[in-house]
């Protein structure tokens, strides 16, 4: 009455008049996802409609529903502290601190603080083991297989998920998300391995287990594995297709960090197909969505394509203008992979404008990166490129080294 609202101006269309009359009343609850629509509503926050706000299982199922939403919109920072926050409570349910460790995990693993991330996990996964949890316990099995995948330990990453899918059969569960979810990942190692074709059979599979009560998130998640793998066999129109399901659905989840990265995807097919006008505008959309949330992880990448999109087209100022920002977006970044993609893109533009010095040593620091990584693939696109600059130098003998040097890279990349 205070905000001149109607009871149909709060329902809208997420639920009826009837409805909220009965919890007006006292006749009926609304759930979690009900009440933060009624309190955006009605501008208060969710603590006023709560008893007991310090302890209510019903405040602390809220604070893990918005630390999950802030993730998925790539607001790692935001959901780390209101895990820290809820964890330092000093009384509340076992299970339900061992469900904010794994989301605050996320969060860190969002952040990459993945050792930080590994150390919440392996807390967490004590208290489920002792406590019989055993849907939570495969839960936190996959973060743990991703946690070290993100560090680049595809074996250890594959022992983690092997375990959750035998804890998940062991335990008779009648999830078809998280099965799914767990076979993507396992996909995803085909991929990495150089095996795009068992990775899609994979991530078909994630599909099939799912059947048709997958959600949006982890949907967008293997249709990313789809196009990714399509495009390591050259179908490139397949790859197109399942990379712009993949962002439609994230971009509905109003997941920041994942339609940049999709939007990255999209634009190195484009880039590939010779079509660098559109793949750079793609670049630049998914730069400036990170800019949003403060991402200096995945930016470089972003700027660094654009820089190389430009350059494509022949207008270097424009890619040494992109370049400045993605070296500088790199330098504050602490993912080496992003570091990489910027030093590879510096040697080929100052191999552009005819500085033949600082190509190579922008080349140079990029091989050394790729080496750090472990990274075949990268190693291959580098020495390439380092190999077509020298090229262009006249150093004919140094340039036969680097393109031998990516054709050995591109062999262990499919061993």
Not at 297 to 318: F, I, K, V
């Amino acid at each position: 009455m205070s905000l001149g609202l109607s009871l149909a101006d709060v329902a809208q269309q997420d639920f009826s008049r009837a409805f909220l009359s009965q919890i007006e009343l006292g006749r009926s609850r609304p759930s979690t996802k009900i009440l933060q629509i009624i309190a955006e509503r009605l501008r208060r926050p969710v603590e006023y409609f709560l008893q007991d706000p310090e302890s209510s299982s019903t405040l602390l199922e809220l604070r893990l529903a918005e630390a999950t939403t802030r993730i998925r919109r790539g607001d790692g920072e935001h959901a780390k502290a209101l895990m820290t926050e809820l964890l330092a409570r000093p009384q509340i349910a076992p299970e339900i601190r061992a469900r904010a460790q794994l989301v605050l995990a996320e969060a860190l693993l969002r952040l990459r603080a993945i050792p930080e991330a590994i150390d919440v996990l392996r807390v967490a996964i004590r208290a489920s083991e002792a406590s019989g949890w055993r849907a939570l316990k495969v839960e936190l099995f996959d973060r743990m297989g991703t946690a070290h995948y993100q560090l680049r330990h595809p074996h250890e990453a594959g022992r983690w998920w092997d375990k959750a899918m035998s804890a998940y059969e062991d335990a008779e569960l009648a999830d078809p998300l998280l099965k799914a979810r767990i076979l993507g990942h396992r996909a995803n190692l085909h991929y990495v391995a150089g095996q795009p074709r068992e990775a899609i059979a994979g991530y078909q599979a994630a599909i099939a287990a799912a059947e048709h009560v997958m959600d949006m998130q982890a949907l967008g998640g293997i249709y990313e594995g789809l196009a990714v793998s399509f495009q390591g066999t050259g179908d490139l129109t397949r790859a197109l297709e399942y990379a712009q399901r993949s962002l439609r659905l994230f971009d509905t989840l109003q997941d920041v960090r994942m339609s940049a990265q999709l939007r990255n995807n999209m634009a190195e097919i484009l880039l590939s197909q010779g079509r660098a006008r559109e793949a750079e505008v793609l670049f630049l959309a998914g730069a400036e969505q990170l800019g949003h949330v403060g991402d200096r992880d995945l930016q470089p990448h972003l700027l660094a394509g654009a820089a190389e999109a430009a350059l494509n087209q022949g207008n270097g100022a424009r890619a040494s203008s992109y370049l400045t920002l993605a070296l500088r977006a790199a330098e504050a970044s602490a993912d080496p992979t992003a570091k990489l993609a910027a030093e590879r893109v510096a040697g080929r533009v100052m191999s552009a404008a005819g500085e033949g010095e600082a190509a190579r040593r922008h080349f140079e620091r990029a091989l050394e990166l790729a080496a750090a990584v472990g990274s075949p693939n990268d190693m291959s696109r580098v020495a390439f490129d380092y190999g077509r600059a020298l090229e262009s130098q006249g150093d004919q003998s140094q340039a036969l080294v680097r393109y031998r040097q990516a054709y050995e890279a591109r062999q262990a990349a499919h061993s």
